[in-house]
């Protein structure tokens, strides 16, 4: 299991990329830290993901 967010996810196996597209994200506004630390948004679709995994997704929003 993946903790994503403080929630465990069944997402072990599967390229970063792959999680946010299914989840939704938009990779253009999150930024991603895996295990303490930020994952370059080119490294997205190399880095896979693996049981004890621990990711933050932070979604950014604009508006006035």
Known sequence: MV???GTACDAAKKTLHDYLVA???DEA???VERN?????K???G???LA???ELEIVSFV???
């Open 29 to 31: 506004r999150v930024a």
């Open 3 to 5: 903790k994503i967010n």
């Open 51 to 53: 049981d004890g995994d």
């Open 42 to 44: 080119a490294c997205y």
């Open 46 to 48: 190399d880095t896979v």
């Open 36 to 40: 303490g630390e930020i994952v370059a």
């Open 23 to 25: 989840a939704g994200y």
């Open 62 to 64: 604009g508006g006035g």
